[in-house]
T-cell receptor, first 116, second 114 residues
Framework: AQTVTQSQPEMSVQEAETVTLSCTYD???????LFWYKQPPSRQMILVIR??????QNATENRFSVNFQKAAKSFSLKISDSQLGDAAMYFC?????????????FGKGTKLTVNP | GAGVSQSPSNKVTEKGKDVELRCDPI?????LYWYRQRLGQGLEFLIY????????KSGLPSDRFSAERTGESVSTLTIQRTQQEDSAVYLC????????????FGPGTRLTVT
């Protein structure tokens, strides 16, 4: 079964500094998608970044980048030049396809605090 | 355009009552998902609708939970005889069909069972 593990329940970072959030996953599939979602107090889930497993190049979206280590099944999120608006829950997710169905499998999340 | 909307935003109900939660997906999105998020936890998959195909109900936790979708529009999630463990945020998401990957989430309904 696919599982997603986020080992850091909480993290904090100083404004303008860099922080890395960890995620590991378990799968027997060779092609899949991984995602990082941000959930602010408004509860709205916002897609931050995605990674296709067949791509060796790490995905980047402005200040957000990932370190995708396929063999190690690791998918960490790096936030550079942290801003106060980055404070939120961050969830790592795996896209599971099975028998015509599709779902996201989420980790338990990391609460990120940004200190001014 | 309008995003995914959910109603009500918050719902407080007494144990044993039935509740109905509504999701309006983005127009034209053929796929619709329901997830449950318990306090301090990640999202748990409940059910998946894709067009006119049979839904994937494998995530529904008990037979007290059911969901319907009218064509490619509104979906309702019904919880019968609510229990305190049903207290959670229920999130709906939709996406276009085909090979697209991004699910667009609504703001959720916070359900509190007293």
């Amino acid at each position: 079964a696919q599982t997603v593990t986020q080992s850091q329940p909480e993290m904090s970072v100083q404004e303008a500094e860099t922080v890395t959030l960890s995620c590991t996953y378990d799968t027997s599939e060779s092609d899949y998608y991984l995602f990082w979602y941000k959930q602010p107090p408004s509860r709205q889930m916002i897609l931050v970044i995605r990674q296709e497993a067949y791509k060796q190049q790490n995905a980047t979206e402005n200040r957000f980048s990932v370190n995708f280590q396929k063999a190690a099944k690791s998918f960490s999120l790096k936030i550079s030049d942290s801003q106060l608006g980055d404070a939120a829950m961050y969830f790592c997710a795996y896209r599971r396809l099975q028998g015509g169905s599709e779902k996201l499998v989420f980790g338990k999340g990391t609460k990120l605090t940004v200190n001014p | 355009g309008a995003g995914v909307s959910q109603s009500p935003s918050n719902k407080v109900t007494e144990k044993g009552k039935d509740v109905e939660l509504r999701c309006d997906p983005i127009s034209g999105h053929t796929a619709l998902y329901w997830y449950r998020q318990r306090l301090g936890q990640g999202l748990e998959f409940l059910i998946y609708f894709q067009g006119n195909s049979a839904p994937d109900k494998s995530g529904l936790p008990s037979d007290r939970f059911s969901a319907e979708r009218t064509g490619e529009s509104v979906s309702t999630l019904t919880i019968q005889r609510t229990q305190q463990e049903d207290s959670a945020v229920y999130l709906c998401a939709s996406k276009p069909g085909g090979l697209t990957y991004e699910q667009y989430f609504g703001p959720g309904t916070r359900l509190t069972v007293t």
